[in-house]
């Protein structure tokens, strides 16, 4: 059984930086995408960033120049590196997989997904 839990989220000043973790349980890395999904309070759950098993990745254009989305695959742990943080970062982030060749931002193309961890950015 797939389980993805998420950690590193908390509260960090504008310009201040998080890394979020997802540690994947259950979980093989061949064709499959991983990805950071956020969703802020009365906002839609939208895509941050993905990576697909050939490591290629994409970023929303809100987050480009300023997260990364590295992975270790001998921890089977996913991260989430944000940096220069704005308060507009603010939002529930959630780790999502799922077996396909090509990643989206489409929440509803993911299978699974973690609990969710909490980011405030105050300015």
């Known amino acids: 059984q797939v389980q993805l839990v998420e950690s590193g989220g908390g509260s960090v000043q504008a310009g201040g930086s998080l890394m979020l973790s997802c540690a994947a349980y259950g979980y093989t890395y061949s064709s499959t995408c991983m990805a950071w999904f956020r969703q802020a309070p009365g906002k839609e759950r939208e895509g941050v960033a993905a990576?697909?098993?050939?490591?290629?990745?994409s970023y929303a254009d809100s987050v480009k120049g300023r997260f990364t989305i590295p992975q270790d695959n001998a921890k089977n742990t996913l991260y989430l590196q944000m940096n220069s943080l704005k308060p507009e970062d603010t939002a529930m982030y959630y780790c999502?997989?799922?077996?396909?060749?090509?990643?989206?931002?489409?929440?509803?193309?993911?299978?699974?997904w973690g609990q969710g961890t909490q980011v405030t950015v105050s300015s």
């Open positions: 999502a997989a799922d077996y396909r060749a090509y990643c989206t931002d489409k929440p509803d193309e993911y299978n699974y």
């Open positions: 990576i697909d098993s050939n490591g290629s990745t």
